[in-house]
């Protein structure tokens, strides 16, 4: 069979591809550690109090697509530094922060659907953005979606469900958050036989193990 006409052989065309993929990986990583080197500057304007300069390398960021900004952003908006405090706006940034896999802006939208915060109130997706936080180890989130399975609120009331996120908020937690954790689960405890205690302790094992997490 004829080759087609200025076909590359084999194997300079598998060197050249090479180059190109090394090519596009290094336009990649110099794209990235500026945005990591932009990013730090924004931070440090912000824990410098200078919102107005934070806020325009956040926004150029976050436009960008980066999540970390996208989430500052969030939280710019939500507090109201050096602009209007804006819940709606601040939803709208968390929410392509969560979208884009941020742990914590899954969390504090959760929150917002929670309380009706800048958005519906809806426990359903409160939950459902929890439990992505959650299972990213999100201690604060593992608390919080604790309740919605104890009271049964935007999901089926599971107390096993309930004493697992506990346990698993309480290996994240440290001080106080981590006291009240455990004071929490053993309330719930009260309420659980024995053998839906050992159910929750597998359930834990389970997620610890599926997630790379010791004891």
């Known amino acids: 069979m004829r080759p087609e006409t200025g076909m590359l052989p084999a194997r300079k065309r598998a060197i050249r591809l090479a180059a190109?993929?090394?090519?596009?990986?290094?336009?990649?990583?110099?794209?990235?550690?500026?945005?990591?080197t932009e990013f730090a500057t924004g931070m440090r304007a912000h824990l410098d109090k200078k919102y107005g300069e934070s806020r325009r390398i956040f926004d150029a960021l976050a436009n960008g697509g980066d999540a970390q900004a996208q989430f500052m952003m969030g939280t710019i908006h939500e507090q109201g530094l050096g602009v209007p405090k804006d819940l709606a706006a601040a939803a709208r940034w968390y929410r392509k922060a969560a979208e884009a896999g941020n742990a914590s802006a899954q969390y504090n939208l959760g929150i917002f659907h929670q309380f009706g915060k800048g958005v519906a109130k809806d426990p359903v997706e409160a939950a459902r953005l929890l439990r992505l936080a959650a299972d990213q180890g999100h201690g604060r989130a593992q608390n919080n979606l604790s309740t919605f399975y104890f009271t049964g609120v935007g999901v089926p009331r599971d107390p096993v469900e309930a004493w697992k996120w506990l346990t698993l908020s309480a290996d994240g937690l440290k001080g106080k958050g981590r006291q009240i954790a455990l004071e929490n689960r053993t309330v719930i405890e009260r309420e659980m036989t024995a053998d839906q205690v050992?159910?929750?302790?597998?359930?834990v094992a389970a997620w610890r193990q599926q997630h790379g997490r010791r004891d």
């Open 20 to 36: 190109a993929a090394l090519i596009a990986l290094s336009a990649g990583a110099a794209a990235a550690a500026e945005f990591a």
């Open 198 to 203: 050992e159910a929750a302790r597998r359930r």
